[in-house]
């Protein structure tokens, strides 16, 4: 069974900058992939970005060059550093971990809201 609390999101201005965070608890193997997925109001939940155990990561396309994602396996930590944010990111967003070689969601986050307006 595997826990996963993610926090830090917010409200923050186009241009602004957010870092999201997710500790997972529980029986954590190094070679999960850890990500981050978002969903915004009518639309369907979407993949921004993974990382595997030894560093390896992926991008949605237009979070390239603005997110940053990486994790501590010491701690079973994954953050998501995302910077020049946009309108369009507001989203609830989703920290997730799954094997490595599977497609299977093993388990989900509660959610954190990021709205950015101004």
């Known amino acids: 069974q595997v826990e996963l609390v993610e926090s830090g999101g917010g409200l923050v201005q186009p241009g602004g900058s957010l870092t999201l965070s997710c500790a997972a608890s529980g029986s954590i193997s190094s070679t999960n992939v850890m990500g981050w997925y978002r969903q915004a109001p009518g639309k369907e939940r979407e993949l921004v970005a993974s990382?595997?155990?030894?560093?390896?990561?992926k991008y949605e396309d237009s979070v390239k060059g603005r997110f940053t994602v990486s994790r501590d396996n010491a701690k079973n930590t994954v953050s998501l550093q995302m910077n020049s944010l946009q309108p369009e990111d507001t989203a609830v967003y989703y920290c997730?971990?799954?094997?490595?070689?599977?497609?299977?969601?093993?388990?989900w986050g509660q959610g954190t809201q990021v709205t950015v307006s101004s």
């Open positions: 990382i595997t155990g030894i560093g390896m990561t």
């Open positions: 997730s971990i799954r094997p490595l070689g599977t497609t299977r969601i093993s388990a």
